[in-house]
């Protein structure tokens, strides 16, 4: 168990590497020069040379990305071009309403897709199975920000009940912020959801095929303890795997979702970023969803022999 | 019996978008770009079926047109990330070694991204229009493909037929080609179809962000986001 614990950090040092590396040269490659960029039009010639030399532009690229590398270890992601904020704070604020969003709905997703999976599993075939199939390639089908804009137009236009526009951080107004949070959890909640039963159910009905199920149930367990203790057990790794892959996805990735509901996450920062130039920024939140992809990996692999102490014994 | 309900919600869908999208390459009832000021946000009726947006513009057209645009995008993507991702899969499953080890820590970095966010990336490198949306988008899927094509690749060169195309002489560069790459096409067409349903939304998706497409060309995406206001 330790060496499998160890194991899996230590793999993790060079994908922290390289992952880095790939956000360097990533941002490296965008034509233009930041220090310009910084002074708009109205930079001198000795100006931008005295600027490029505190960023340390003139410095080999070797050198730039080793100052850059210290940097990024001691939590030093620069400051934004346009006001001149630190970066890393803004990305940790931004971050807290992404993830509130995402943890929430992904929870839920979890515990709905695993249920409704193992239901059409074990009803394989039936009138519920096949509508169940049948919903959740529907909904799979559905961008989440058409899925959102047409929320939005029922629940917050047709009907008046939730806000249409804004924000308010939880640790302000807990109610108000909730009503601003309600849809964007319903909407990638039931996405996810989707995603969720799709993958529980292929690999339930795989369990279910097997001789000792068939054992379980001759020994006269009943249908609800062979579900639980013999099926579910044995399928939700590939279920957790996926889970994990969501998480790591969605943690930085929901900038449309968030376009669609005026949300100020991490995604829609970088979006922002993009538009207003700010490489700083662009580069803070490639590299810090990065992170976050392997960090959540990391713990879905280190949570894996909870579930099947097969893994640990390799 | 399931199969059959698939394919019967599934095509009649499909075969509408596509005759849609194939009509827009020959005709539209309107120019899908020409602004008429004094027809803008109709609602639906006998002249504009589904009604104008706020440049007077035939949403209809629009539609059209803009199915032709994310069919083009997303099979362009598709076979940009299939014929990338193959070559490199075969090569670095085949080489094996230090090539291969080198290859795949790259390839795992790039999938620690999230795809729409690789591609947002690579969109500002390359800056806005159709083609640089296929090599974003083609890039931040590349490494799926590679992926999956290694796996593959790394089975079939233990087989008797490949030991024995090399042992009648044939060069390695042969051997892929002729016979690790064909052996590979059902893993890669499996996934080259979803690709193409992902590719689609991803386009909407950057599209939606106003990263997507230029106007005044349309999109799904971009005709949801500016309806959007």
Known sequence: MTGYVLRRLLMTIPTLLLVSLAVFVLVRLIPGDPVSLMFGDGGTPEQIARGRAALGLDQPVFVQFWRWLTRIAVGDFGNTITDGQAVLPLILERFQVSASVVLVSVAMAAVVGVTIGIIAAWKQDSKLDVGIVGLTTVILSIPTFWLGLLLLLLFGLKLGWLPVIGYVPISEEPWKAMLFLLLPVATLTLHESGVVTRMARASDIEVLRLEYITHARAKGLSEARVLARHVLPNAFAPTWTLIGLILGNLLGGIAVLETVFTLPGLGRLLADGVFARDYPVVQGCLLFTALLYVIVNLVVDLFYPLFDPRVSAE | ?229
């Open chain 2, 1 to 229: 019996m399931k199969r059959r309900i698939n394919f019967l919600i599934g095509f009649p869908i499909v075969a509408v978008l596509g005759t849609m999208a194939l009509t827009a390459l020959f005709w539209t009832p309107y120019s899908p770009t020409g602004t008429r000021i004094r027809s803008r946000l109709q609602p639906p009726n006998s002249t504009h079926w589904l009604g104008t947006d706020e440049f007077g513009r035939d949403v209809l057209s629009r539609i059209m047109d803009g199915a032709l645009v994310s069919f083009r995008v997303a099979l362009a993507t598709m076979i940009f990330a299939i014929i990338v991702g193959s070559l490199i899969g075969v090569v670095t499953g085949y080489l094996r070694g230090w090539t291969d080890r080198l290859i795949m820590m790259v390839n795992d970095a790039m999938l620690a991204f999230p795809g729409i966010l690789l591609a947002l990336a690579i969109m500002v490198i390359l800056g806005p229009g159709q083609s640089s949306i296929v090599i974003a988008l083609g890039l931040a899927y590349t490494p799926s493909v590679v992926r999956i094509v290694r796996g593959q690749v790394l089975s079939l060169r233990e087989k008797e037929y490949i030991e024995a195309s090399r042992m009648i002489g044939n060069s390695e560069v042969y051997t892929m080609l002729r016979h690790i790459l064909p052996n590979c096409i059902a893993p890669i067409a499996v996934l080259g179809t979803s690709m193409f349903g992902w590719a689609v939304l991803s386009e909407s998706a950057l599209s939606f962000l106003g990263l997507g497409v230029p106007p005044p060309a349309a999109t799904w995406g971009n005709m949801l986001a500016s309806a959007r206001g």
